[in-house]
């Protein structure tokens, strides 16, 4: 599927609310495309929605899907799957880093990033090898792979997430606010190590952030107001 593939996000007429009343629209967004191997940089002001739009192309609001519209990745259909097949779809493509509440708190770094090689079934003995590259490109110890996780500090456990959502070596990397609790050194290695994998993995990225001087890093910028035409976006 690799090689052939042009469009890693597609959204066609999506429509997206909370409520089963279908009010108030969340997200209306007629349509959006992000190429392989893109990165895109997504900003704009709080609670218009920018979460909301990463879960959806993360397939990880179980318990809502699009009212409208159709999300596809990677030239499939996504968003129209079964649960199930969703949750394979994305272990094995997707690298996600959310907002907060990232890791499984009484496991150990090591088998945080386990877990998810395990999910993605690229499990194997090189697994900690990789984890600990990534782990020190971001400027963390290596000592911190046999640390529970509810005992690191925010930005430690940013920094983990993304080298867990880097170890499957995803197609489409999907990462909200994920700098915001880091020091400028730590941020510099993480905003380098994401864009050496954009290179290497050909990987199309999805950032969300608040803090605009990161934005040159990105080839393309732009705040969600651009998109979304529901009431509650503002440009
Ligand atoms: N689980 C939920 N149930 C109902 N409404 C929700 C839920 N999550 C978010 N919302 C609402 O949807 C809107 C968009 O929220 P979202 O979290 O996507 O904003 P955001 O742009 O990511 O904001 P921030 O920059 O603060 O992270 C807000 O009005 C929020 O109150
Ligand atoms: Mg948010």
């Not at 218009?48 to 990677?74: A, C, D, F, V």
């Not at 940013?158 to 080298?163: K, S, W």
């Not at 050496?196 to 107001?225: I, M, P, T, W």
């Amino acid at each position: 599927m690799h090689d052939t593939v042009v469009n890693a996000i597609e959204i066609k007429e999506l429509e997206f609310s909370y409520a089963k009343s279908g009010r108030p629209k969340v997200l209306q967004v007629d349509t959006w495309k992000v190429a392989k191997g893109q990165s895109v940089f997504l900003s704009g002001p709080s609670g218009t929605g920018k979460s909301t739009l990463l879960n959806l192309i993360g397939g990880t609001l179980p318990i809502h899907s699009p009212n409208r519209g159709e999300i596809r990745l990677l030239e499939q259909p996504f968003s129209s799957l079964s649960p199930s097949k969703r949750d394979k779809f994305r272990a094995k493509h997707i690298g996600m880093v959310f907002q907060q509440f990232n890791l499984i708190p009484y496991l150990s770094v090591e088998k945080n990033i386990e877990a998810a090689a395990y999910f993605g079934k690229t499990l194997s003995p090189d697994t900690k090898t990789i984890a600990k590259e990534y782990l020190q490109r971001m400027d963390l110890a290596d000592t911190i792979l046999s640390q529970r996780s509810d005992t690191l500090s925010v930005g430690q456990q940013q920094r983990v997430a993304v080298a867990r959502a880097l170890i499957n070596k995803p197609e489409i990397l999907i990462v909200d606010e994920p700098t915001s609790a880091l020091d400028e050194s730590a941020k510099m290695g993480f905003m380098n190590l994401l864009m050496q994998c954009v290179k290497e993995l050909n990987v199309s990225l999805v950032f969300v952030s608040h803090d605009s001087r990161l934005a040159s890093h990105f080839e393309y910028s732009l705040q969600l107001g651009q998109l979304n035409r529901a009431e509650t976006s503002e440009l």
